[in-house]
Structures are given as C-alpha cells and as structure tokens.
C-alpha cells in the first residue's frame, strides 16, 4: 500500500505542487560573468591570525584579486584597524593605481558589510556582492590565492626558520 501511496503523490500535479520543501533553497548556480576590462571586477578577502610584524601588522588584506588578468595586491593591516582605515587604504591603494571597479565580490566580513563600506561603494559606483555564507566557491578566485599565500608564507617560514 505505501508503494500505491508513494506513486500516486509523485505523479499528482496537486500533490507536488503543495509538497512542503525540506531542503535550503539552493544559492545562485550560475557563473560569474567575465570582465570586459582588467580591473572591472575584483575579489577581497582577508588572511587573519597572523603573527605581529614588527610593525604590528597581524593580517593581509588580499585586496584585488582581478577577475581578468588574476593580477593581486597584498596589504599588511592589523585587525584594530576601522572601515575608515580600510576605506583609506582602498583608496590609496585600490582605486589610485587601477580605478574604481564595476563590481566587488567579497566574503561577508565585518570589514564589508558595515553601512559606512556599502554606502562608499554605492558614491564610488561600485556594486558590492556578498559571496554566500558557509559557500567559500562563490569567492574562489581570492579563496585560492589566499590558499597559495598561505603556502609560501609556509615555505617562509621553514626555510627561514622562523626568523
């Protein structure tokens, strides 16, 4: 009888359509579109829990990741730092040397989602996408250089031991 049950319900149009779904509505399952320009979209993300440099830099912000050329920016910062620090950097840093992006993918860090970042963004013209929570794939592209920085600073550190 179950069996009867069961293949009545999948073949009744009612019985589908009023299914309650019990699984998370997937994320958005398509491609990233691809830049016309170098530096027309960028990724950032951060490497935290680093050991103090001796100017008390404890992470790198992985600042552009260009989605064309794959050329990166690395800039020491410390975790104290503010958004108006960020900000600052971002422009000192980001916009002075290659123009304010059409679009940023970042992960959902204090550090971008702040009213003070989105509202910058939004006078730049930049349009800020967060990658989605617990799906590191949607930022790939800064995933994996950070994953290769993390490497050789590990080399680094064995080949100089720790000095």
């Not at 690395?74 to 840093?93: G, M, W």
């Not at 950070?146 to 100089?160: G, P």
Request: proline share 4%.
């Amino acid at each position: 009888m179950n069996k009867c049950i069961a293949e009545f319900v999948a073949k009744c149009p009612n019985c589908q359509q009023v299914k309650v779904e019990h699984q998370r509505p997937g994320g958005l399952a398509q491609n990233i579109e691809l830049p016309e320009w170098k530096c027309e979209m960028i990724n950032m993300n951060f490497i935290t829990s680093l050991p103090r440099s001796r100017r008390q830099h404890d992470s790198i912000w992985v600042n552009i990741v260009d989605r064309m050329t794959k050329s990166t920016h690395f800039l020491p910062v410390k975790t104290t730092h503010s958004t108006e620090d960020y900000a600052r950097l971002y422009i000192q840093e980001v916009v002075r040397l290659h123009r304010v992006p059409v679009s940023i993918i970042s992960d959902r860090g204090a550090q971008f989602t702040t009213q003070f970042w989105k509202s910058l963004q939004k006078g730049l013209g930049s349009k800020v996408n967060l990658s989605t929570a617990f799906y590191p794939q949607t930022d790939g592209q800064a995933e994996r250089t950070i994953q290769n920085l993390k490497d050789k600073l590990r080399a680094c550190v064995i080949d100089f031991k720790g000095n």
